[in-house]
Nanobody, 126 residues
Framework: QVQLVESGGGSVQAGGSLRLSCAASGSTYSTNCMGWFRQAPGKQREGVAVVYTGGGRTDYTDSVKGRFTISQDNAKNTVYLQMNSLKPEDTAVYYC???????????????????WGQGTQVTVSS
């Protein structure tokens, strides 16, 4: 089993930045793909960014490319999501998730991840 704990959410004005952290513990060897989902009120859940923890390859949903960066610190079993140039439409609950994938680690593959954090609220005001 894997436990995931998110932190770093909060409120920020449009154009600002936040960095989310996801600390993983437990049987982390059972995962090779970690990333972030978000769900806004009235909208479906979407994959935001993922990183292949075995090699570092990343994937992003188009709406955040150039603004968000996912990274990892293997020594701390932690992944980060640096969010710059935030927009009101980025407002959502952000969830960390992880699993082991057989194929490519992509935001599409992340939709079936088994391990999830509790979420952290990100609010971007105009």
């Amino acid at each position: 089993q894997v436990q995931l704990v998110e932190s770093g959410g909060g409120s920020v004005q449009a154009g600002g930045s936040l960095r989310l952290s996801c600390a993983a513990s437990g049987s982390t060897y059972s995962t090779n793909c970690m990333g972030w989902f978000r769900q806004a009120p009235g909208k479906q859940r979407e994959g935001v960014a993922v990183v292949y923890t075995g090699g570092g390859r990343t994937d992003y949903t188009d709406s955040v490319k150039g603004r968000f960066t996912i990274s990892q610190d293997n020594a701390k079993n932690t992944v980060y999501l640096q969010m710059n140039s935030l927009k009101p439409e980025d407002t959502a609950v952000y969830y960390c998730a992880a699993d082991r994938v057989v194929g490519d680690c992509t935001v599409v593959a992340s939709t079936i991840f088994r391990y999830w954090g509790q979420g952290t609220q990100v609010t971007v005001s105009s």
